[in-house]
């Protein structure tokens, strides 16, 4: 019974100190700014977190976990252009959830070993991720690109959905990410390759977000 609140304590924690990064960026938010927030001492945050590092370490650890199902998710299954939009809309989704990794990642790969380590796993699981759909396509006949011109359609893929954050955030630092403006954009560098059926969704597909700006 004594240990129940002691993990409500710890997931209260991580839950303001996400919220607290990703409003104001993790550089500006100290442990004792989080405590504060939740009306705590620091003594009780110190209890289940010895340092904001700890901290940064457990979001990124819960980040890894599930982008990382989403990644491995993407199977010979996934032929469609619907296929690759919803994929990005999942991606984007979990992005925009930990998106201070983003906002910040330049500080946090140069300070931090974990990130260091596993955010360029989690770059090559995005590239590898991006390759899988687009030979899929290519497979399905919906899509037109050579072995090189898929590797590096994947890269450009991955490099949109890792910066496109930044990029959004630097245009409107006070206005929630639009994910479906992500997906749009990361879904026109496919649009050249696409055949077809496949190009005309695409149209509608990026007619009906258009028209919702």
Same mark, same amino acid.
């Given at each position: ?13 991580? $839950? ?10 993790? *550089?500006?938010?100290?442990? %004792?700014?989080?405590?504060? !927030? ?21 979001? =990124? ?11 491995? %998710?993407?199977?010979?299954? %996934?032929?469609? *252009?619907?296929?690759?939009?919803? =994929?990005?809309?999942? #991606? =984007? ?6 998106? =201070? ?25 995005? !590239?590898?991720? %991006? ?12 899509? +037109? ?6 590797? $590096? ?5 991955? #490099? ?12 409107? *630092? ?10 749009? +954009? ?5 649009? *050249?390759?696409? +055949? ?18």
């Amino acid at each position: 019974m004594e240990k129940k609140p002691s993990r409500q304590t710890r997931e209260r924690i991580l $839950a303001t100190a996400l919220r607290l990064f990703n409003t104001l960026g993790e *550089p500006g938010v100290t442990p %004792a700014a989080i405590a504060v !927030e939740m009306e705590i001492s620091p003594g009780n945050l110190y209890y289940h977190f010895h340092s904001k590092t700890d901290i940064v370490n457990a979001l =990124f650890a819960r980040y890894e976990e599930e982008i990382g199902r989403l990644l491995l %998710a993407v199977d010979d299954h %996934a032929q469609e *252009p619907e296929d690759i939009w919803l =994929f990005l809309h999942l #991606l =984007f989704e979990t992005i925009c959830q930990y998106r =201070f990794f983003y906002h910040d990642i330049n500080n946090l790969l140069l300070s931090n070993r974990l990130v260091e380590t596993h955010f360029t796993r989690i770059l090559r699981r995005k !590239e590898e991720a %991006a390759a899988t759909l687009c030979h899929n396509l290519a497979r399905a006949g919906v899509l +037109q690109a050579g072995d090189s011109e898929i590797h $590096a359609l994947a890269v450009n893929m991955a #490099l949109v959905c890792t910066f496109w954050i930044s990029y959004e955030h630097a245009r409107s *630092p006070r206005t929630e990410p639009d994910i479906g403006r992500g997906a749009y +954009q990361v879904m026109q560098l496919a649009a *050249p390759y696409l +055949q077809g059926e496949a190009r005309t969704l695409l149209e509608r597909i990026s007619h009906h977000y258009l028209a919702r700006q």
